[in-house]
């Protein structure tokens, strides 16, 4: 089924527009909630908790791509049952590690408690991945979006680990200066 057809039946209220999202892109859901949910009890949470959200969220939103806006949802969602597990001390997962790495970047300018407009921010990275080779802006996007380890990333593209390693540590270099030149890091 087509998502159009699918958004339609979301605003027709129809409830089997759910179980068609479940069948278009459950399977991807699950990836993205298994990449940063360890627990299928969690995973499973994480989804029923997307698939509501959606429902509740369309509409009044009309998304123009509608897998990236589910995906967008279900990696929110598992993020804050990350975040909510860390503080309580009750897990640690492979995104705490991705998250780290991140930090590192913006953490030292003081910019994790600075306000800035997230549609720029957003506009700066998108900008930025367009200009990375198609190798490296897969490799950063499965790092730092669906939280994959190196070695994944390395056995998945073929590629030494050192390799993958080494494209990260250079992204995250090449994406600091990115962010200094737009005056969004200090």
Not at 78 to 89: G, I, P, Q
Not at 126 to 141: I, Y
Not at 151 to 161: C, H, S, V, W
Request: aromatic content about 8%; proline content about 3%; glycine content about 4%.
């Amino acid at each position: 089924m087509e998502d159009e057809q699918i958004v339609e039946m979301l605003f027709d209220r129809d409830e089997q527009a759910v179980e068609e999202l479940r069948r278009k892109y459950g399977a991807l859901c699950r990836k993205i909630a298994g990449s940063v949910l360890r627990s299928p009890e969690d995973q499973e949470e994480c989804l029923n908790d997307a698939w509501l959200q959606i429902w509740n969220a369309i509409p009044p939103a009309r998304p123009g791509n509608l897998r990236a806006f589910i995906c967008r949802i279900v990696r929110c969602r598992a993020l804050d049952t990350v975040r909510y597990d860390t503080r309580k001390k009750r897990c640690s997962s492979g995104f705490v590690q991705a998250e780290e790495e991140m930090d590192a970047i913006l953490a030292s300018s003081g910019f994790e408690n600075e306000l800035i407009d997230e549609l720029t921010f957003s506009q700066v990275i998108d900008r930025w991945l367009e200009g990375l080779s198609p190798r490296d802006r897969v490799v950063f996007v499965r790092r730092y979006w669906f939280f994959d380890t190196a070695l994944d990333i390395a056995e998945e593209m073929n590629l030494p680990q050192g390799t993958v390693r080494r494209i990260l540590h250079q992204c995250r270099k090449e994406l600091a200066k990115e962010l200094k030149k737009e005056d969004l890091l200090s």
